[in-house]
Structure formats: structure tokens, C-alpha cells
């Protein structure tokens, strides 16, 4: 089979990159040929990539969503004539990123006569519903491909909501869990506390932070030697950051909850690996966007750490709650910081969680993935 994959990133500094990267490291052995089409201004290539990639960047960017209707054409007309040549070289197309780039990739496959597979990440796979004009051609799109695939029932649902495509279906995202051997001998940043809970995720409303630093808040104040290490881009003035360090300062806690910013993949596994637990609340923002999954949760519990997560957010999918971690109502800050106190205070529960989690990473790891999308393809060139 010769396969021809169109995303706007391949690094793994974004899920939609780390998700392309962990399938075609495990798909493209599997076929005769690979191509990949590239958005332009992407971020870069992921080492991990398989060897013998034909990449060529060639997409609109993936803000396309956000320009005017006259450069969205401009994009659409200088890409298509690349799009059009290499899906003719094409037994499938399976697009890795959802719209604009899944736009692209049906109406030239379908035009072409080739079967393609569309995957969702979420919230850019609901966003466009939110303007006439894209919304139009990404129903068009979803309804077209031969399968829709989301990482999640979460996701599924939330697209739902907006509309229903006879071809979706869930295929999970998968985790590495081999990245968590070894993960103790790692060097933590300077200044790590010897007792922390970690949280994951840029300073903004959509990762749920004016949820879990309260609820740290009210937690800590039974537990004195534990501290709240937050990883993650913040930027000081902006609102949203400083009404969670005015909480924290209001609460006397200043000393006990560590902004780190940005790590490196080897300082994020050094504290997962030394976390008493792993603490994330994601919220649906104003403007609709949302966590589809969650990664960190099967990270976390690759290096054998307990969860907590909220309801209504893609912690459903990700957390087995009473066996991998515990899962809050929706919403519900007293009942986060009631998680947390039952976990800090409880090393045997920890201990369980944390063993049960190492087995559920295993069994959700990116090979599992990779095996869904394979008879996925499979059964698409059988109908077509």
C-alpha cells in the first residue's frame, strides 16, 4: 500500500505532532510507500520519525480557520496542485490533522477516486461548526470520508453535540510507555520539593487551573510538607495567570506552589516519575475549546503515579477512577481537593493506583493505536 498522510505538525511538542509521529513510526513499515504533506510555519520534525519519510512542506498553515475568505482561497489554490499530484500516487490518504487540512485531503481523494481517512483531535475538530461558512466544509468533509476517527468518547461526544457521522468512530490515543524506564535516574530542575503533586498544562482557562489550584489550596492546608509543581507557559501580567497567583498569596501558600514554566522532555518524565500524584482538571473554554484525552494521564501512570481528573473532560477516558486514579463531578473544586487529601494521606492507595496504572499505560500504548488504524485501513480498501 502506498500511503499519503497530509498534518500541519510533526514535532512533538503538540499532541497533533506527537500523535502523527507515534503512527507513522508504527504504520509506515507496514507500506510500500509513505508521503507526508506538511502545513507551512510547522514546528520542526520529530527525531523519532521512521526513516525514508518523503515529507514535503506543502499545506496552508493551520490557522487557516482564521483568515479572511480571500486568502483562505490564496492558500487553498497554491497547495492544491501538490495535494492533487501526490494523492494520485496515492492507494489511501489519511489525513492526520483535522480541518483545514481534512478539507483538503477528501474533496482531493474523492475527486480522485482514492478511500480516505480523516482523524479528529478534538477541539479543531468542532471548532469550525462555530462559523457558517467553514462549518459547511467540514460537514462536508466528515460526512465524506470513508472513516472519521477520534481519539476518544469524550471527543466523539462533544462532536456530537455539533453533528453525527455514520463513519466515526473512537480509535484511543496511545502512550509510550517504555519512555517511563528510567525515569527516576533523570535530573528533576533545581529546586524540585521532595513532596509535590504535579500538574501539566499552559496557563490558560481550557486546562482548568482555577480549579486545580484551589483545590490544591484546600488540600495542602492537612498536609504541611506538600507542594503543588506546575509545568507549563505562563506569561506574568496576563489576567488569567495573575488571578491564580493572587489566590495562592491569599491563601499564604506562595512557598508551596512552583510555576516551572517550560521543562524538557527529560525533566517532565524526573517529575512524573517522583510526583506523589497527578492532578489535572480541563475545563470546555469560552470560546469551545476542550482536552479530547489527555496524554499525561497515561504518562503519569506509565511512571506508576495516581490521577486525578474532573468529569466531563477527556479525564473519563484516560482515568479508570477507583483504579488508576479518581475522577471529581464536573466543576466541583471541593471535590477535587477531597480526591487529593484522600490520595496524599493514603500511600497503600497510592501504591494501588499507582500499580494498576502502570498496567492500563501498557495496555494503551501507541502500538494498540496503531493496530486500530491498520484494520481501519484495511477494511476502507476492502469497500472501496
Not at 463531578?329 to 499507582?354: Q, T, W
Amino acid at each position: 500500500m502506498k500511503l499519503l498522510c497530509l498534518t500541519h505538525s510533526l514535532s512533538e511538542v503538540d499532541g497533533v505532532g506527537k500523535y502523527g509521529t507515534e503512527v507513522l513510526r508504527r504504520v509506515a513499515p507496514r507500506c510500500d510507500a509513505v508521503e507526508v504533506l506538511l502545513a507551512r510555519k510547522h514546528r520542526g520534525l520529530s527525531d523519532r520519525l521512521p526513516p525514508g519519510l518523503d515529507v514535503t512542506v506543502a499545506l496552508p498553515p493551520d490557522y487557516l480557520l482564521y483568515l479572511s475568505w480571500p486568502k483562505f482561497a490564496a492558500y487553498v489554490a497554491a497547495a492544491m496542485p501538490k495535494v492533487w499530484a501526490a494523492v494520485g500516487r496515492a492507494d489511501l490518504v489519511h489525513a492526520l490533522s483535522d480541518y483545514p487540512h481534512a478539507w483538503l485531503a477528501v474533496e482531493a481523494a474523492k475527486a480522485r477516486g482514492k478511500p480516505v481517512v480523516v482523524s479528529g483531535h478534538g477541539t479543531y475538530s468542532v471548532a469550525p461548526f462555530r462559523y457558517p461558512g467553514h462549518r459547511r466544509l467540514i460537514r462536508r468533509a466528515y460526512g465524506r470520508a470513508d472513516a472519521l476517527l477520534l481519539g476518544s468518547r469524550f471527543a466523539l461526544s462533544k462532536l456530537e453535540e455539533r453533528a453525527r457521522f455514520e463513519r466515526a468512530r473512537v480509535v484511543r490515543y496511545g502512550v509510550d510507555p517504555t519512555q517511563a524506564d528510567g525515569a527516576r535516574d533523570l535530573a528533576p530542575p533545581r529546586g524540585t520539593p521532595e513532596r509535590f503533586v504535579l500538574t501539566i498544562g499552559e496557563l490558560k482557562e481550557r486546562k482548568g487551573h482555577h480549579l486545580s489550584i484551589p483545590a490544591f489550596l484546600e488540600a495542602a492546608r492537612g498536609h504541611d510538607d506538600v507542594h503543588l509543581v506546575v509545568i507549563g507557559n505562563r506569561i506574568d501580567g496576563d489576567a488569567y495567570f495573575e488571578a491564580r497567583r493572587a489566590e495562592i498569596a491569599a491563601a499564604g501558600m506562595t512557598e508551596r506552589v512552583h510555576f516551572v514554566g517550560n521543562v524538557t522532555e527529560e525533566e517532565k518524565l524526573a517529575l512524573l516519575a517522583r510526583a506523589e500524584l497527578f492532578l489535572l482538571t480541563p475545563v470546555t473554554s469560552a470560546e469551545g475549546g476542550f482536552e479530547a484525552f489527555g496524554l499525561v494521564y497515561l504518562e503519569a501512570n506509565a511512571c506508576g503515579v495516581p490521577t486525578v481528573g474532573i468529569a466531563d473532560s477527556g479525564a473519563v477516558d484516560a482515568i479508570r477512577d477507583e483504579e488508576t486514579g479518581l475522577v471529581a463531578p464536573a466543576g466541583d473544586v471541593a471535590g477535587v481537593a477531597a480526591r487529593l487529601d484522600r490520595l496524599l494521606g493514603d500511600a497503600a492507595l497510592r501504591a494501588r493506583f499507582g500499580a494498576e496504572g502502570v498496567r492500563w499505560a501498557r495496555s494503551n500504548d501507541w502500538d494498540a493505536t496503531a493496530r486500530g488504524i491498520l484494520d481501519v485501513y484495511g477494511e476502507v480498501l476492502k469497500s472501496s
